[in-house]
């Protein structure tokens, strides 16, 4: 049966304002399907436990493909990071979903602190028989 959802999309796309600002979002590609649009093409990513799916555009496309290959039948299993940005389209900056494969770098403001070194632990004396080479 048709569908007003095949024309104008649906709720299940992810959009900008779906996500944090400043934060990036870990999400396992879980399926990367071809679609063909009038505009042209583009990848419909769904993730695991995710409810909304990405529409994959081609810089995103691109940004995947160098990092992991160009074949998307290997992307499902594979971590990205999706963030919130800002792109320019016809004239005016508008909001946009940005594909990363690594966390961006933390500011050192932000950076928690490293661990301190673990602390020698005592060991119990060995005993060393004739054979045994000089520990020293």
């Not at 304002?17 to 419909?44: N, Q, W, Y």
């Not at 081609?58 to 800002?86: F, M, V």
Request: glycine share 8%; charged share 25%; net charge neutral.
């Amino acid at each position: 049966m048709p569908s007003i959802l095949e024309v104008f999309g649906s709720d299940e796309t992810l959009r900008a304002d779906h996500l944090p600002a400043g934060v990036p979002v870990p999400c396992v590609i879980e399926s990367a399907t071809p679609m063909r649009f009038d505009d042209g093409g583009k990848l419909k990513l769904t993730f695991r436990g995710k409810q909304r799916c990405l529409m994959c555009n081609k810089t995103n496309g691109q940004r995947i493909a160098d990092q992991i290959g160009p074949d998307y039948s290997t992307w499902p299993g594979k971590l990205i990071y999706l963030q919130r940005s800002e792109t320019e389209f016809k004239g005016s900056i508008v909001p946009c979903v940005r594909v990363a494969l690594a966390p961006p770098a933390m500011p050192a403001a932000r950076m928690a602190a490293p661990e301190p070194p673990a602390m020698p632990t005592a060991t119990a004396p060995r005993d060393f028989g004739p054979d045994d080479e000089i520990p020293f």
